[in-house]
């Protein structure tokens, strides 16, 4: 066999052009010591802040402490398996996580790791976890309404496109249960939403995915878990990597929704890592910057404006309360970071007033701007009429004699609150909301019986969506609440109002 020259010289020209010298440089570091989800490591005198660092076996950590002789690094996995006297590398980037359709409908940890055994996640594109927030000129004003389902909130305290809603209350009065109806409110919307649960126990976060699987929700969906089990950074950087997430779509010129649940555990676990690197304590014990922890991540949070394609990102983030102590240090952070509250009460709660919101405390400072017009014609004087019910049922219990407007106006605040009511996993449609509160404003439920007022709702509802769809749907298009269209619902009313006392009768004769 022959070897032609030409074609010698032909491979060894091409080698030469596509020869390129590289040298690997890498710092290289040892750990002094490790413990707790930090360690102490020597010699990355390069390193930058917030850089990703490799120990031996794949555990990757975050350079969180750079100091004169030492740089303070937290672990992002399992610390257990590293040793004093351990090789570090720095890699010269800094932690991001991927990002697009691709995490849709999965449940990942922090770092973008499956854990839904679905397989791994395809993703080109990859998006830095610590990103600055938008300017104010990258922002236009919060208008669009981001409808929850709920009566109570889209009629009181309503949430817009763009907005931080903060949601407040003790353990078990609720909060999450809001977050999911809202989620599973967004179906057929263009609204991807992210659920980040932080320090949750394993077998709840379990039971909501299959609450979001069986409605359907998942497919727009996804959930970030870091448990209570998990160490401490992973439940630190948790928020920061859903928000990643979820940015990618707010700049892409479509809507997201973020939930933190919930960021008081986030802060906890923030603490705790500031402790263990020596960082000074402030009021109770959390580090200074603790503010700017949290107001970092819900400023991401924005409605953009035109030129950067209208795209939004709501954030709606938890914070878990003491005895209802709302001006605790963590509370009063988030309360003067966020757009408004949604404060729960336990006292509510377990007498029945679920969602148990204190209308009252509860507000949001984004207001009627995003709110659709017929609700905000119809409840605009719901929040006043409820305040000062509550005022003449704190006097009524007394046990005064009251006067025949005082006892109606008793009355009617006593079927606006039954009739705010709603169900678990059962948000309403806004038109739908409309209809009800409605009837409720206009003194339509004055004669139903109190106990009856959850079955003539759903009733009506059912009569409208049966006999009167062509209605229904003039004001979903309009979204008005005209002089024709309450000319119009007033028949509606009159025309159920028959058939729904022909039934009552019934029933007694039956009885």
């Not at 299959?210 to 998942?218: D, F, I, P, Q, S």
């Not at 020596?278 to 200074?288: F, K, N, S």
């Not at 377990?350 to 701007?369: D, H, W, Y």
Request: a negative charge; glycine letters at 10%.
């Amino acid at each position: 066999m022959k070897f032609k020259a030409d074609e010698i010289a032909s491979v060894i020209r091409q080698e030469i052009e596509q020869y390129q010298s590289r040298v690997d440089v890498r710092q290289v570091g040892r750990v002094l010591e490790v413990g707790d989800g930090i360690a102490r490591v020597y010699g990355l005198s390069g390193v930058m802040s917030g850089e990703m660092v490799e120990f031996p076996g794949g555990v990757h950590g975050l350079a969180f402490n750079l100091e004169e002789n030492s740089v303070g690094v937290i672990i992002l996995g399992d610390f257990l398996e590293i040793n004093e006297g351990d090789e570090v590398r720095s890699t010269g980037r800094l932690l991001s996580v991927p990002v697009g359709d691709a995490v849709l409908g999965r449940v990942i940890d922090p770092l973008g790791n499956p854990l839904d055994g679905k397989g791994p996640i395809s993703s080109n594109e990859h998006r830095m976890v610590e990103e600055i927030a938008v300017g104010v000129a990258q922002r236009q004003p919060v208008k669009e309404p981001l409808q929850t389902g709920i009566k109570a909130i889209d009629s009181m305290t309503p949430i817009g496109r763009g907005q931080r809603e903060l949601i407040i209350g003790d353990r078990k009065t609720g909060k999450t249960a809001i977050c999911i109806d809202t989620i599973l409110n967004q179906k057929n919307t263009d609204v991807k939403c992210f659920y980040v649960a932080i320090g949750q126990k394993e077998s709840t976060v379990a039971g909501l995915i299959e609450v979001l699987r069986k409605y359907g929700a998942m497919d727009y969906t996804t959930v970030i878990i870091a448990g209570a089990a998990d160490p401490a950074p992973l439940q630190y950087i948790a928020p920061y990597a859903g928000c990643a997430m979820a940015e990618y779509f707010m700049f892409k010129g479509q809507h997201a929704l973020i939930i933190y649940d919930d960021l008081s555990k986030q802060a906890v676990a923030y603490r705790q890592l500031s402790l263990l690197m020596r960082r000074p304590p402030g009021r109770e014990a959390y580090p200074g910057d603790v503010f700017y922890c949290h107001s970092r991540l819900l400023e991401r949070a924005a409605k953009l404006s035109d030129e950067l394609g209208a795209g939004s990102l709501t954030a709606l983030p938890i914070v878990e309360t003491l005895e209802g102590e709302v001006s605790a240090y963590i509370p009063t952070n988030v309360i003067s970071i966020t757009d408004g509250q949604i404060y729960l009460q336990p006292d509510l709660f377990f007498s029945g007033q679920r969602p148990a919101m204190n209308v009252g405390i509860s507000v949001s400072r984004v207001g009627g701007a995003a709110q659709v017009p017929a609700m905000k014609k119809v409840a605009g004087g719901m929040r006043l009429d409820l305040a000062s019910f509550r005022e003449l049922e704190a006097f009524a219990q007394l046990g005064t004699d009251l006067d025949a407007a005082t006892q109606a106006r008793l009355d009617r605040g006593y079927r606006t609150t039954e009739l705010l009511k709603q169900g678990l996993y059962n948000p309403l449609h806004v038109t739908d909301q409309v209809l009800v509160i409605f009837a409720g404003t206009q003194g339509w439920l004055d004669n139903v019986p109190l106990e009856r007022i959850a079955e003539w709702e759903k009733a009506f509802l059912e009569f409208v969506h049966a006999h009167k769809k062509d209605f229904w749907q003039k004001l979903t298009d309009e979204g008005q609440m005209t002089d024709e269209i309450a000319t119009g619902l007033e028949e509606i009313l009159r025309e159920f109002e028959k058939t729904f006392l022909a039934e009552e009768s019934k029933e007694t004769v039956t009885a």
